[in-house]
């Protein structure tokens, strides 16, 4: 049984930025951050193999968000800069069990574990 959480939501100005956090991927392969915002369809936002620490980062935020990993601290990362309006949303973390057919490591479907979710909201 994997289970998850994730901390380090909260409300920030434009262009300022958080830091996520998520914990409890132990027996894992890949672990990724997904948003959704009202109105919106569930997005992949980064993932990583923790296995080689290969990492994947969506284009809407590429230059601004980086994933990372501390395997001795079991601690998924998603580092947040020059924070948009548009970032708004419920940032969930994600890990990848057996079982899901594998659709891609941005896509949520090849997940089927998932924290409680940590809400971003970017003012401007």
């Known amino acids: 049984l994997v289970q998850l959480a994730e901390s380090g939501g909260g409300s920030v100005q434009a262009g300022g930025s958080l830091t996520l956090s998520c914990t409890g991927y132990?027996?894992?392969?890949?672990m990724g951050w997904f948003r959704q915002a009202p109105g919106k369809e569930r997005e992949g936002v980064a993932a990583i193999h923790f296995v080689v620490g290969s990492p994947f980062v969506a284009d809407s935020v590429k230059g601004r968000f980086t994933i990372s990993q501390d395997k001795a601290k079991n601690t998924m990362y998603l580092q947040m800069n020059r924070l948009k309006v548009e970032d708004t949303a419920l940032y969930s973390c994600?890990?990848?069990?057996?079982?899901?057919?594998?659709?891609?490591?941005?896509?949520?479907?090849?997940?089927?574990?998932w924290g409680q979710g940590t809400q971003v909201t970017v003012s401007s």
């Open positions: 132990t027996n894992t392969t890949y």
């Open positions: 994600a890990a990848r069990g057996l079982g899901p057919k594998w659709a891609g490591p941005l896509n949520w479907s090849s997940y089927n574990y």
